[in-house]
């Protein structure tokens, strides 16, 4: 996979980020040049040889003035070039392309209006695309780099991010909240497309993550990769956050339901109730609260093809 690393107009908040990044740097680089120079020269020309008796200046209206009017007009440029690049993130055009992005420890979720769900971020390009921000545990933070997108996703509350893709390719998607142990596993990537590529690639769809594959098991595999399921969970035995799912099916598990420890067998009910209510048992020696229920993610369909995978775990 090829990550474009030029990034000049990759979206339409490019060069008014820029702008207001570069005039900051270029201020305070003259005042590091600027005041290295003059403390240099002043050590110079006031030392103790060559001036023995020190001036005290003693109130002086001309620098008062000086030094307030040159700083606070500096401070307002920054501010003017800020703000003309940062408002027009807060207003999206009326016709946009929609797409609700859900943030869970530790992956993106892309959710299209025509019901399409994918890991990465799927883009026409010049054309707004307006995201909605969610989250289903912490908080994470939405960046694009290339696009100078960045947006807290908060729990609790929906954010909104839009831009203007254009440039054709690949660009990167982080999180930047340190929100858990894989929250490198949040890493993604955005595929811009020409609109008429776009078209087919949104039209050309089932409904879900999963595409059919011709082993039994490969669906549930896929579904289970492509929603993160791996980034707690492995099927060699070891234990990560969750347990492993090596030989789960028809084992006996000893689990905590209200606090009352019991056992009972992993079967398709089981494993139904612990994708979509996960808290209600907890696994023995497990931490409540770390899997979030997958209501309204993953059908009933999706779970059985689950189930069927993890069947095949011996
Ligand atoms: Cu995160």
Redesign the pocket.
């Known amino acids: 996979m090829y990550i474009l690393s030029n990034t000049v107009n990759a979206s339409n908040f490019v060069s008014g980020v820029d702008k207001a990044f570069l005039l900051i740097m270029g201020i305070s680089f003259v005042f590091l040049i600027g005041l290295t120079f003059t403390m240099l020269y002043f050590m110079y020309k006031y030392n103790n040889k060559k001036n023995p008796i020190a001036t005290q200046i003693k109130g002086s209206n001309t620098l008062e003035v000086i030094w307030t009017v040159i700083p606070t007009i500096l401070v307002l440029i920054m501010f003017y070039y800020g703000w003309a690049g940062w408002a027009p993130m807060r207003k999206a055009p009326k016709d946009t392309f929609n797409i609700k992005v859900t943030?869970r420890?530790?992956n993106y979720l892309f959710e299209y209006e025509n019901g399409k769900k994918t890991d990465t971020l799927f883009v026409p390009m010049d054309k707004a695309v307006k995201l909605k921000l969610v989250s289903l545990d912490?908080?994470?933070?939405f960046f694009i780099p290339a696009f100078r997108i960045k947006e807290d996703?908060v729990p609790g509350r929906e954010k909104m991010a839009w831009f203007i893709p254009q440039r054709e390719g690949l660009f990167e998607l982080f999180?930047t909240?340190?929100?858990?142990m894989n929250?490198s596993y949040?890493g993604s990537t955005v595929k811009v497309m020409p609109q008429p590529k776009f078209d087919a690639w949104y039209i050309d769809t089932i409904k879900h993550v999963s595409v059919a594959v011709d082993s039994p098991t490969a669906t549930g595999q896929r579904i289970m990769k492509n929603i993160g399921c791996f980034a707690c969970h492995t099927v060699d035995g070891t234990k990560l956050i969750g347990p492993t799912f090596k030989g789960i099916y028809g084992s006996k598990v000893v689990i905590q339901t209200n606090g009352q420890e019991h056992e009972v067998t992993a079967d398709d009910a089981y494993i139904k109730r612990s994708i979509y209510d996960p808290n209600a048992d907890i696994v023995k020696g497990f931490n409540k609260g770390l899997m979030q229920p997958y209501t309204g993610l993953l059908s009933e369909g999706d779970v059985q093809q689950i189930t069927a995978y993890l069947k095949s775990l011996k």
Request: overall charge neutral; aromatic content about 14%.
């Open positions: 943030g420890m530790w912490v908080i994470h933070g996703v999180c909240v340190y929100c858990g929250h949040m």
